[in-house]
């Protein structure tokens, strides 16, 4: 079965500082892993994904994940914060050898101070 | 940029009615999905549909579900007696196709089941 976790509820970091937002995952074959951003009162928005290749990938608005197998990690990072990030974000799994759905962590709010 | 549109934005209805949730998806997106977010919880999966038939359900996908592709551009989503534990915001997503899975989600429809 395939599941994913964000072990913080909630990150809060100051304007211009670096951001990391987390995610581990479990799934039995190759994962396709991806990052969504949610604003109040607005739907999903796909920020990145790795499928394969090149473990770092970049996405919009600047943000970055790495994809850790070893450590079955896809963190979300950032080096400058703005407070224009401040939303929640969702990691979502999909694993390749099982179907089409995606499998969505619990979301972590992010909160940039100015 | 296109983009999944739904309407309605907000339903509210009484416990056993029937509601029809409407999603245009992205207009040359082969595959389409239902999910849904109860509030302060997680996205989970619903639906997918490919090819005029559902390719995935989930076990929340019940005989009181259905998914239909009525014409070119709409994909709706019947419940068809509504109970409390529907109330939720439900958002539709559409993909290219297996070569390019990025989901791409609507900004939602709360249903309010009174």
């Known amino acids: 079965a395939q599941s994913v976790a964000q072990p913080e509820d909630q990150v809060n970091v100051a304007e211009g500082n670096p951001l990391t937002v987390k995610c581990t995952y479990s799934?039995?074959?190759?994962?396709?892993l991806f990052w969504y951003v949610q604003y109040p009162n607005r739907g999903l928005q796909f920020l990145l994904k790795y499928i394969t290749g090149d473990n770092l990938v970049k996405g919009s608005y600047g943000f970055e994940a790495e994809f850790n197998k070893s450590q079955t990690s896809f963190h979300l990072k950032k080096p400058s914060a703005l407070v224009s990030d401040s939303a929640l974000y969702f990691c979502a799994v999909r694993d390749r050898n099982y179907g089409q759905n995606f499998v969505f962590g619990p979301g972590t709010r992010l909160s940039v101070l100015p | 940029e296109p983009e999944v549109t739904q309407t309605p934005s907000h339903q509210v209805t009484q416990m056993g009615q029937e509601v029809i949730l409407r999603c245009v998806p992205i207009s040359n997106h082969l595959y389409f999905y239902w999910y849904r977010q109860i509030l302060g919880q997680k996205v989970e999966f619903l639906v997918s549909?490919?090819?005029?038939?559902?390719?995935?359900k989930s076990e929340i996908f019940d005989d009181q579900f259905s998914v239909e592709r009525p014409d070119g551009s709409n994909f709706t989503l019947k419940i068809r007696s509504t109970k409390l534990e529907d109330s939720a915001m439900y958002f539709c997503a559409s993909s290219a196709g297996l070569s390019d899975d990025t989901q791409y989600f609507g900004p939602g429809t709360r249903l309010t089941v009174l």
């Open positions: 549909f490919y090819n005029n038939e559902i390719s995935e």
């Open positions: 799934v039995s074959g190759n994962p396709y």
